[in-house]
C-alpha cells in the first residue's frame, strides 16, 4: 500500500517486520500467532458476551511530545481498560495500530513496550495483533480491547432511575490538575498530579453489574459524563460540589476538577437499597467509593449545588476531543 | 484527555458528539449500543472461534491526499476484510477510529460514510464502535475488524508442505499500477487501475479451510508474500513468471506487478488432490483462481522463473510500511 519501496534485497525482511519482531512480538499472546498470520484467532470463554472499545491518542493533543514513553502506551491501554470495567466487563486482550513518525527511536519504543509489557502483567492481558505505519504527522496510536461479561449483565449509561443514589470512585480531578502541572501552571512538586494524568488507574476487578443501575467511566469531566448518563437514562441529577472527592479540595481548583476530564473513574447509579453492597464489593477491592447526589425526575438536567444549596454555574461541562 | 476545552454551555453537547451522530450513528449496529455507551456488546456465534485483525492508513502513506473521500474508508475496511478472507472467517463487525485535521469538511466526511454505508450493505458487516479526534498531522484511520471461524478451521501461513501448488486469485499487478497511474506515470484512459488500487475487491465468500493448506492475502507483493508462506511453513516456493495472471501480461511491468502490493488477492498452497475442489468452490463464487507454481524442498527460498526456466531476479522484494 504504501508510496515508498522498501529497500531490501528479495527473500529478506523488510525494516517493518523487524521493528515488530524486536518491540511488539515480545508482548504477543495466546491468540496472537505470533503476530505472523493475517489476524489473531481467540476461542471466546463459552457463553459470555464480548465487549468491544477502540480509543486513539495523538501527540499533542491526548499526551505530551516529552512525556516519558513508558507511560504513553500504558496511558491508552488503561484508558480502554477503564471503559471495559465501566461495562463491568473482563479484559480479554488488544490490538494496537502504530502511526510513527520519522524522528522516535528505537529506543524511544524500547521503553513504550517496556511499559506496555509492565501493564500486560498487572491487569493480565495480552497482545492479540495490530498494524504499524508511518506517518509524517506526529504519533498516532490506536487501541481496541476486547473483553467479556455475562450475557445481559454489561452496566449500561441508561438504566439510572429517579432516587438512585449517584457515586465516584477514587478522587476527581487529579487528572485535570495533572496536566496542568505538566504545562508548568499548577504546582506540583511530588509529581502526584502529573503521574495521575500520565498513568490514570483503570477501576478494574469490581463486580458491579448486580449493584449498579447505570454506569460509566469519566474521561471527558464529571459534569459532562453526567450530562451522558442523565440522557441516556432519561433523568435529572443533582451533585453537591462539596461532596465530590478531591485530593485537595479547595474552591480554587473546583471548577476544573469537576469539568476538566482524566480522570477514568467510575461514575455509577446505585439504587439506595444496594449501597452496602457496593461499599462491600469497594472496600474489597480497596477502591474509595463516594456519594454525591441523587438522580432526580425526568429530563430535568444535570445541576452542581454549592453548600449553600444554591445551583453551581460552569463556564464549560468538559472536553471535547473535536476541534471544530 | 484534550489540551484544548471544548467550546460549549453546559448541558449541551459538544462539537464531537454532534459529528459522531451525524456521521456515524447511521453506520451503528446491533450492539453497538448507538455508539452512545463505553463499549459495544456482541455475543459471539456460539462454538465458534473469534479472528481479529487491526489496520491503520495514513494520507500520503497508503492513498492520496484527493483520492474520492468515498473510497477511502472502503479501501481501509476492504484490506480488513480480505485479511480476514485469508483466514477462511465470516466478518461480524469492526471499529474504527479517525485522527481528523482541521482542514476535512463535513462534505467530505458524508461523503466518506456514504462509502462505508455501500460497503457495510455489500459485505454484510456493522460499525461497532470507534473514536474520533483531532490532529495537526494528516488524516489516520484505524480499523479492527473481528470475525468468526470454526474452531481450528482458521486458515494460517504455516501449513503449506513439499508439493502443495501455489493458487492465486483473480489478477495480480493492477493495484500497484493503479498507484503508478494515479500518479501520473502509468496510462490508464478507463481509469480501470486507479481503481482497483482504491477499492480492492476482497476475496469473502469462499469456503477455503478445508481446500487449501495455506493461505495468506496478498498485499504487500506477490514475491514478498510469497516469502511469508515460505518462512512460516518451511518449504521452498517456485512460481513461473508467465503463470501469474495479470491484466495486461506484458513484459514491463513484471517486476512492478509481482512486487508491487496492493493486491489483495488471495495467495493459497493447495495439495494438489485438492484442486478440483478449489475449481470448483471458486467456480461457484464466480472467483477466477490460477496455479503458479509449487512448494519445493525445505527451506529453498522463493524464486520466480521465466518462459525459460531460468531464475528472474528483482530489485525489490515488496513494499515495507515503515520507511526507517
Not at 437514562?233 to 479547595?250: F, K, N, Q
Request: aromatic share 6%.
Amino acid at each position: 500500500m504504501p508510496t515508498t519501496p522498501s529497500e531490501h534485497t528479495p527473500g529478506s525482511l523488510p525494516a517493518e517486520f523487524s521493528f515488530i519482531g524486536r518491540h511488539f512480538r515480545p508482548l504477543a499472546g495466546v491468540g496472537a500467532l505470533d503476530l505472523q498470520d493475517d489476524a489473531a484467532i481467540i476461542a471466546p470463554p463459552p457463553g459470555r458476551e464480548l465487549v468491544l472499545s477502540a480509543d486513539a491518542m495523538v501527540e499533542g493533543v491526548h499526551f505530551l511530545p516529552d512525556d516519558p514513553p513508558a507511560t504513553i502506551g500504558r496511558k491508552l491501554l488503561r484508558c480502554n481498560l477503564s471503559d471495559l470495567a465501566a461495562m463491568d466487563a473482563r479484559p480479554l486482550g488488544y490490538l494496537l495500530t502504530v502511526s510513527r513518525p520519522p524522528g522516535l527511536s528505537d529506543a524511544w519504543f524500547a521503553a513504550f513496550c517496556a511499559g506496555l509489557a509492565e501493564d500486560q502483567q498487572t491487569y493480565a492481558i495480552r497482545l492479540l495483533g495490530g498494524d504499524t505505519t508511518s506517518t509524517r504527522g506526529p504519533l498516532v496510536l490506536s487501541l481496541t480491547i476486547i473483553g467479556h461479561v455475562a450475557p445481559g449483565a454489561a452496566l449500561r449509561r441508561s438504566g439510572a432511575r429517579p432516587g438512585d443514589e449517584i457515586w465516584v470512585t477514587g478522587t476527581i480531578g487529579d487528572g485535570a490538575l495533572g496536566l496542568q502541572a505538566r504545562l508548568g501552571t499548577y504546582d506540583d512538586p511530588t509529581g502526584f498530579y502529573a503521574e495521575r494524568y500520565q498513568l490514570p488507574r483503570p477501576r478494574t476487578g469490581l463486580s458491579l453489574g448486580s449493584i449498579a443501575s447505570a454506569g460509566m467511566d469519566i474521561s471527558d469531566g464529571l459534569v459532562q459524563d453526567l450530562g451522558h448518563i442523565a440522557r441516556a437514562s432519561g433523568v435529572g441529577i443533582e451533585i453537591e460540589a462539596s461532596r465530590v472527592p478531591r485530593t485537595d479540595p479547595v474552591p480554587e481548583t473546583l471548577e476544573l476538577c469537576l469539568t476538566g476530564g482524566d480522570d477514568y473513574e467510575l461514575l455509577l447509579a446505585v439504587p439506595p437499597g444496594n449501597a452496602a453492597s457496593l461499599l462491600a464489593e469497594c472496600h474489597a477491592a480497596g477502591v474509595p467509593v463516594t456519594c454525591i447526589g441523587c438522580c432526580t425526575a425526568a429530563d430535568a438536567g444535570v445541576s452542581v449545588v454549592g453548600a449553600d444549596g444554591a445551583p453551581l454555574t460552569f463556564a464549560r461541562a468538559g472536553w471535547s476531543h473535536l476541534l471544530d
